[in-house]
């Protein structure tokens, strides 16, 4: 139970609490009475903690005839924000009315005696409760939109809370499968290393041999074009009596060879026919 009043109080910004007022000093109290009306007529206190607060027995104890009566004033000009049975409790039988009542109305009486003014008549009664009634009803509309609004922005909060977590949970989740999938490939390709590195060395080896090949093809087509380039290059503006000269040199180193070959020829045959003559 205290621990549901301590929830609804924190609804309110104005606590009302019994402990803490029973802890106050009797003028202290006539002020809080008044703070209290004044925050429930503003919906910033429960007008049911003011009211089980006022109807304890406590709450007159140590308390004098004057900072009573002040209390039992503050409370009937607020009498409006309770409730028509609130208000004859209030009036009748609560602590303050049955402790200080009558002694407000013994120094009313001699008051009038003494020529104050009399009571109000029974139509402006009529007309005050009439008003206090509606005054009664609005308060109770404020603390009932109040009350649903509290409730709504808390279950909004609530479901912020829960749609964030739900947020956070689905994202870890996802980050785990993540993982777990890359731990998979990487034990799937810790299988496959050796045979990337053969293949990767093999490719390297081919590429090397390649380049190998492709420089030994470029210098050989240098060397074709540069002993190309030297056989058609002229000499000295006179090319054509320079191959003739040649070829005659050539002819000439070629006649003493091709007779020597002629006369062995010619020793060879003679000798086999002289040795199928002795025959």
Known sequence: MGKAKRQE?????????LKSVLALKPEQRVKWLG??????????????????????????????????????????????????????????????????????????????ADGAPAAPSAASNSAAEAAARMEEMMARCRDFVREKASGFEERAREAEET??????A???AE??????????IAEWHKNLEAWEVACMAAVDDRLSRLEALRKQEEAERAEAAAAAAEAVAPSG?????????????????IAPVLRQRDRDRDRRRRDRSRSGSRR
């Open 9 to 17: 109080n924190s609804n309110f910004s104005f606590v009302v609490d």
């Open 170 to 172: 689905r994202k870890k």
């Open 237 to 253: 503006g006179k090319p054509e009596k320079s191959r003739k000269r040649k070829a005659s040199d050539s002819e000439e180193d």
């Open 175 to 184: 980050a785990e499968q993540r993982a777990r999938e890359w731990q998979q």
């Open 163 to 168: 749609a964030r977590r739900a947020e956070e």
């Open 35 to 112: 703070k209290a009306c004044r925050a429930v007529e503003d919906g910033d206190a429960s007008i049911k903690h003011v009211f089980d607060v006022l109807t304890n027995r406590k709450i007159v104890q140590g308390v004098h005839n004057k900072a009573g009566q002040r209390m039992f004033r503050t409370l009937k000009e607020n009498l409006y924000l309770f409730s028509e049975k609130q208000q004859r409790y209030l009036q009748e039988e609560s602590p303050l009315a049955q402790e200080f009542g009558e002694k407000e109305k013994s120094d009313d009486d001699r008051a009038t």
